[in-house]
């Protein structure tokens, strides 16, 4: 969601299709369908959760070893 303030039902604007632990970035990661898509890199976004609400952002598709160098190495 945009504003994690707004009444329920909120208007949600995509679905989080996977999660998982990444040992290699030390923190939760995720892959979602979102509204707008790569349109919203760098966005800060809302997943509500029964134990309260968790920020995030979207980023791009490659975010760990941007250039590569660990495939080329």
Known sequence: VEDP??????KMIGHVTSSYWSQNCGRSIALALVAGGRAR???TLYVPMPGGTIEVEVSDMVFFDETRGRLNG
Not at 5 to 10: C, E, G, L, N, W
């Open 5 to 10: 303030r707004q009444a329920i039902p909120m």
């Open 41 to 43: 890199t760098g966005d």
